[in-house]
């Protein structure tokens, strides 16, 4: 992972100490709210329903186990409210009203304090941190490297990018080093800082887009031409929100030198013509979809000068992608050698290991191929019963640290789905690896079934929201518990989000529930067939409306009707294996889906 230099160090530190200056003059009466929202803002402080969240940057999701203790500090030192603050926030859910669904998690603990949050665009969120001790915390973050910079705003925020950036069998070239260099290159870019509104990139070095770039603002894919030079496709446009739409590939090949000169061109365009009269229409996605083809001549028109006129100021040498490259260096991985007692202790895990058959599907799910051929990577789950997905606790976080320094080189990577993953581990130490991670509560073999679903905070934290998502995805949680049923039904991407502005991705799940609001009461759209690019998943799309809204109790009894219904239209695929959820879904059509979805609502009514 990259290696900050004095440079960088100096750089965050810096912005650390002003901060704290603008804290105490803000507490000292010497700044008004208003002149202080803006400074905490460009360093991820919000304030939220009922208390500061701060949004903590993980560029490309790299995080090391030094910076997961850092986080796991945070989480029991400082996500603390006073027990006041925490009884008016419960005091006021309570007053909302207990969603109704079966199981649903107590207000009570899901306003639990000491969390951190992973996210999907790899930052890491606290829920509870007073804002007279946020200068503490970004002094902690800046210890380790870390930094809430451009984490909200309209600015240029987190890069991201694949997961297994740099380890994919796929791989066409490794992400990371472009996504650093736009990074240092975006970082309180001066003409970049007062956007329209809110800017995102993502990359991705695979053959299947893993980035989810359809979505992004600027998605930009690796890709070799037919003389073996290596490029990007550009895509600009992309978002969810109000307005889902898929970004539209405007380059089909910009040889890698000038990509800091191309985005600068796109960037550049939608700041001069992006709107800002209205907050609904101000993303670029508009402005492309308004503009289509003009917008794209705009941009040409744009990169030509700054390459021809102002001679390319930032194009990429060799030598400054070398530079950056290589703080990537592959660690040195090896089979721990095991001698005498450690010896039989191996054989005795690995013989347990092999004969319990949850380790045979931890392998399945949990473990992927790795470029090179002794390696795998490894995901450790963040979605269990009794936790929002993406949750970890202070020791939780110290555990993943653990694990990722025994058995990952100390590396690990925060994931689009809310998970950990560990990207170096050797394929001997795997058996060790699942009893450890069983033992932390890390290693359910969940990923990519029901149960590993996106979910945003929602309405128990987030003043945007206009429903709660967790109760939902709780009792989603709690009703497939039965791995035989997970398996069975097969790959299914559930997201959920409290509002319209998607954070939870409910647009490209295959299953996607969104929160609205219904006469000042909590409801829910469902809808089916959406996708985030990858091969499983096929294009980017948006997924389609079932139907009107249901009640909180209802949702749980219409996913089960949808999931009925595949397992009823189902075909088998080759070699016996049933045909995937979304495949189904596209051949029979959305209808009969809806049909259930709505049948199972009225007779949830006529139950109760």
């Known amino acids: 992972m990259y290696q900050y230099t004095e440079f960088d160090r100096q750089f965050v530190r810096a912005r650390a100490a002003q901060y704290r200056d603008q804290l105490e003059r803000w507490q000292a009466g010497k700044l008004s709210d208003d002149e202080f929202r803006p400074l905490r803002l460009q360093n991820g402080w919000y304030v939220q329903r009922y208390a500061p969240m701060l949004r903590i940057a993980v560029p490309y999701g790299d995080i090391s186990s030094l910076q997961l203790r850092a986080l796991a500090k945070i989480a029991r030192e400082y996500d603390q409210p006073d027990a006041a603050l925490l009884q008016d926030a419960q005091d006021k859910q309570l007053a909302?009203?207990?969603?109704?669904?079966?199981?649903g998690t107590p207000v009570v603990t899901r306003l639990k304090h000491g969390y951190g949050h992973f996210t999907t665009r790899t930052n890491v969120q606290f829920n509870w941190i007073p804002l007279d001790k946020s200068a503490e915390v970004m002094e902690l973050l800046a210890s380790v490297d870390m930094h809430g910079i451009q984490t909200s705003g309209n600015t240029i925020?987190?890069?991201?990018?694949?997961?297994?950036?740099?380890?994919?069998?796929?791989?066409i070239a490794d992400p990371r080093p472009f996504a650093e260099i736009l990074r240092q290159w975006s970082t309180l870019h001066p003409e970049f800082a007062f956007l329209p509104r809110k800017f995102k990139v993502a990359l991705n070095g695979t053959k299947e887009d893993r980035a989810a770039l359809g979505w992004y603002d600027i998605g930009l894919q690796l890709v070799r031409n037919d003389a073996g030079e290596l490029?990007?496709?550009?895509l600009v446009g992309g978002g969810m929100g109000r307005t889902p739409i898929i970004g539209t590939v405007v380059r089909e090949?910009?040889?890698?030198p000038h990509l800091l000169n191309y985005v600068e061109a796109c960037i550049r365009v939608y700041n001069e013509y992006g709107r800002r009269d209205n907050l609904w229409k101000a993303r670029i996605k508009i402005l492309v979809k308004a503009e289509g083809q003009r917008y794209i001549d705009k941009v040409e028109e744009e990169f030509r000068a700054i390459v021809e006129h102002d001679g390319g100021p930032h194009t990429l040498t060799q030598a400054e992608y070398d530079r950056v490259a290589a703080s990537f260096v592959t660690p040195e991985v090896r089979p721990v050698v095991r001698k005498g007692a450690d010896a039989q202790l191996h054989e005795i895990v690995r013989a347990d290991a092999e004969a319990d058959p949850l380790y045979d599907r931890w392998l399945q799910r949990n473990v992927i191929a790795h470029r090179i051929p002794q390696l795998r990577a490894v995901t450790l789950s963040f979605k269990r019963l009794g936790y929002a997905p993406g949750d970890a606790t202070a020791e939780q976080m110290e555990l993943a640290a653990d694990l990722a320094d025994r058995f990952s080189a100390g590396e690990a990577r925060v994931t689009h789905e809310q998970n950990l993953l560990l990207p170096w581990v050797h394929q001997d130490d795997l058996p060790e690896l699942w009893a450890a991670a069983r033992k932390a509560g890390l290693a359910k073999p969940n990923i990519g079934l029901l149960t590993d679903m996106i979910a945003c905070p929602g309405g128990d934290f987030c003043s945007l929201a206009n429903a709660r998502?967790?109760?939902?995805?709780?009792?989603?949680?709690?009703?497939?518990?039965?791995?035989?049923e997970e398996f069975d039904l097969g790959d299914?991407?559930?997201?959920?989000?409290g509002c319209i502005n998607s954070c939870g991705h409910h647009h490209a799940g295959h299953i996607g529930i969104l929160g609205v609001d219904k006469d000042g009461k909590e409801w829910y759209q469902v809808t089916l067939g959406g996708s985030d690019g990858t091969d499983l998943s096929g294009p980017a799309t948006p997924g389609k409306v079932v139907g009107p809204s249901f009640s909180a109790a209802e949702v749980p009894v219409v996913i089960e009707a949808v999931l009925d219904t595949y397992r009823r239209e189902r075909a088998n695929a080759a070699g016996g294996k049933a045909e995937p959820f979304i495949e189904t879904l596209r051949r029979?059509?959305?209808e009969p889906f809806k049909a259930a979805a709505n049948g199972a609502r009225f007779a949830a009514r006529e139950t109760a």
């Open 469 to 484: 998502s967790l109760p939902i995805a709780e009792a989603i949680t709690q009703r497939f518990q039965d791995l035989d």
């Open 492 to 497: 299914i991407r559930l997201n959920i989000s």
């Open 231 to 234: 490029g990007f496709k550009v």
């Open 157 to 171: 925020r987190n890069i991201t990018t694949d997961e297994l950036a740099g380890i994919g069998i796929d791989e």
């Open 96 to 103: 909302l009203g207990e969603v109704p669904v079966p199981g």
């Open 588 to 590: 029979v059509g959305i």
């Open 253 to 256: 090949f910009l040889p890698w």
